[in-house]
């Protein structure tokens, strides 16, 4: 009798734990921040930098923008030379930089939290053999066989690119890759809340962080919360990386590269902190 009692609890606990998970389950991308904010990207991915003009430094190619939600599921990627066939991609954007537009989401969003972000361009150093994080970018593959399914016409559509729906994984060390808040003060949750990430490919590492900040700002999803960068403050780029003759350090541990054609300072949109270019 005694067994069939425990026995009974065990299964009673279970269901209520079924019934919580079922409760709490979530569709993905159904935040209606990101519905927002994919809604904006695919109306406007055109617009998202115009090709063949620097104003965000680089080399002026088109841009890859994933967004993905909390748990890492893709919402949408855009290109902003528009949804091609895979031979105007290839003469127009980099095809290697859908699937890293992804990635640098997909490791925005699994390193940051309610209350600390980390872009990618802040495990530039990090990861590097002397830094506190190496061996991270060996961590959690990309899913080949989703990163290069469906039909290559519809990659860079939006919501119809074969990498909707679908957690891709890996991780990436460079600029580019940034975390997504809104500020819920006033609702009944209340605070900042991390909703997703933004990951941008196509240029230079430097350009793709710049664009994913402005980016990032336009949608109002920049709510962010003390970082590594700007005295604790946010999770801007931080150019510090100082040496020579190989033997190079970054001052904060986090640091990044400078770039081809580096972002100005007065392009930057404050995204780069300790940016000496003008």
């Not at 209350?115 to 991270?136: D, E, I, K, M, R």
């Not at 559509?157 to 957690?167: F, I, K, Q």
């Not at 990032?216 to 403050?233: C, E, F, I, S, T």
């Amino acid at each position: 009798m005694k067994r069939k009692v425990i026995g009974s609890m065990i299964l009673a606990g279970l269901g209520f734990a079924s019934n919580q998970a079922m409760a709490v389950a979530a569709v993905p991308c159904s935040d209606p921040a990101l519905v927002t904010a994919v809604g904006v990207l695919q109306q406007k991915a055109a617009s998202v930098v115009p090709v063949g003009s620097t104003p965000n430094g680089g080399l002026g190619f088109p841009m890859w923008v994933t967004i993905v939600d909390n748990t890492g599921v893709v919402c949408s990627v855009v290109n902003s030379a528009g949804a091609s066939d895979v031979e105007g991609f290839s003469g127009e954007a980099w095809l290697g930089s859908r699937v890293i537009s992804a990635q640098k989401a997909n490791t925005a969003n699994a390193f940051s939290h309610d209350a600390f972000p980390l872009s990618t361009a802040n495990l530039f150093s990090a990861v590097q053999p002397w830094g506190s994080l190496y061996g991270l970018q060996h961590s959690n593959p990309v899913d080949a066989t989703i990163a290069y399914d469906g039909d290559a016409s519809t990659w860079g559509s939006g919501t119809t690119d074969p990498l909707v729906n679908n957690r891709i994984g890996g991780v990436n060390i460079f600029g580019g890759g940034l975390a997504l808040y809104v500020d819920d003060n006033g609702n009944a949750a209340g605070g900042i809340r991390k909703v997703g990430a933004i990951g941008v490919s196509g240029d230079t590492s430097c350009t793709d962080h710049v664009v994913a900040w402005k980016i990032r700002n336009q949608l109002g999803l920049d709510h962010v919360p003390a970082g590594v960068a700007n005295k604790g403050k946010d999770d801007a780029m931080i150019q510090d990386i100082v040496g020579s003759n190989g033997n190079f350090r970054s001052k904060s541990g986090f640091g990044h590269a400078t770039c081809l054609n580096n972002p100005t300072d007065a392009n930057d949109g404050g995204a780069i902190e300790g940016n000496k270019k003008h």
